[in-house]
C-alpha cells in the first residue's frame, strides 16, 4: 500500500522554536507539498517541490522554509515558531499526471 | 489568483438517498479535476478525478460530472452510508505544460442521518 508519512500526528512547541515537520512517500513521486487547514480557510499552500533539491514558494510562504535533499523526503521547517502557526500541516505527493496522495496530517500547537 | 469555490458549506441526507455535492471552479484553462474525501482527524482521501476531455466518470458509488460550459463539477453518491459522513473538496489543476498545483475548495460537510 503506497503512503505518505508524516512523522508526527501532533507537536506542541513553544514560541521562537524552531520546528521541524517531516514527510516521507514511498511513491517515488516527483512532486511533494506542504499545506496547512484551518477552519474556513481550507488548504492552503505554503511550499512544492518538482524535483529533488528544487523548491517554490505556494501562497503562504511567510515564516517557513522547506528542504527536499531526496526524491522521497520533503520537510517543513519553522524558523521561529508564532502562535499563528498553529494548524493542520498537510503533505502530499503526486506524480505529474495525477491526483495527490496525502498524509495523515500533524497538528502543530505553539503555545 | 484563480480560486475553487462549493455552493453549499453543509449537506444532510439520509441513509439510502444519494448525495450530489457542487463545485463551481473559476479558471477555464484548468484541466484536470479531482474529489477528496477528508474523515475527521484524517487526510484527505482520493476519491475520483475526471479530465477537461471527459464530462462523466464513474467509480464504485461514486460519479463525477463536469460541466465545462458553466465550470461547474458535481459528485454523486449512490445509496449514501454512513461512513460517507466527511468533508469533500473538490480540486482543479492544470497539467499541460508540466507540474500539477491543485487549488482546493473550502469543502462541504456531508452528514448521514440514520
Known amino acids: 500500500d503506497v503512503k505518505v508519512t508524516q512523522s508526527s500526528r501532533y507537536l506542541v512547541k513553544r514560541t521562537g522554536e524552531k520546528v521541524f515537520l517531516e514527510c516521507v512517500q514511498d511513491m517515488d513521486h516527483e512532486n511533494m507539498f506542504w499545506y496547512r487547514q484551518d477552519p474556513g480557510l481550507g488548504l492552503r499552500l505554503i511550499y512544492f517541490?518538482?524535483?529533488?533539491?528544487?523548491?517554490e514558494k505556494g501562497d503562504i510562504p511567510e515564516g517557513y522554509s522547506v528542504s527536499r535533499e531526496k526524491k522521497e523526503r520533503f520537510s517543513l521547517i519553522l524558523e521561529s515558531a508564532s502562535t499563528n502557526q498553529t494548524s493542520m500541516y498537510l503533505c502530499?505527493?503526486?506524480?505529474?499526471?495525477?491526483?495527490?496522495?496525502f498524509g495523515s496530517g500533524t497538528r502543530l500547537t505553539v503555545v | 489568483g484563480e480560486s475553487v469555490g462549493l455552493h453549499l458549506p453543509t449537506l444532510s441526507v439520509q441513509e439510502g438517498d444519494n448525495s450530489i455535492i457542487n463545485c463551481a471552479y473559476s479558471n477555464s484553462a484548468s484541466d484536470y479535476f479531482i474529489w477528496y474525501k477528508q474523515e475527521s482527524g484524517k487526510g484527505p482521501q482520493f476519491i475520483i478525478d475526471?479530465?477537461?476531455?471527459?464530462d462523466k466518470r464513474q467509480g464504485q458509488r461514486v460519479t463525477v460530472l463536469l460541466n465545462k460550459t458553466v465550470k461547474h463539477l458535481s459528485l454523486q453518491i449512490a445509496a449514501t452510508q454512513p461512513g460517507d459522513s466527511a468533508v469533500y473538496f473538490c480540486?482543479?489543476?492544470?497539467?499541460?505544460?508540466?507540474?500539477?498545483?491543485?487549488?482546493f475548495g473550502t469543502g462541504t460537510q456531508l452528514k448521514v442521518e440514520l
Open positions: 480540486a482543479e489543476s492544470i497539467l499541460t505544460g508540466g507540474g500539477n498545483k491543485l487549488t
Open positions: 475526471i479530465r477537461s476531455n471527459m
Open positions: 517541490s518538482y524535483d529533488v533539491k528544487m523548491k
Open positions: 502530499a505527493s503526486s506524480t505529474h499526471t495525477r491526483g495527490y496522495t
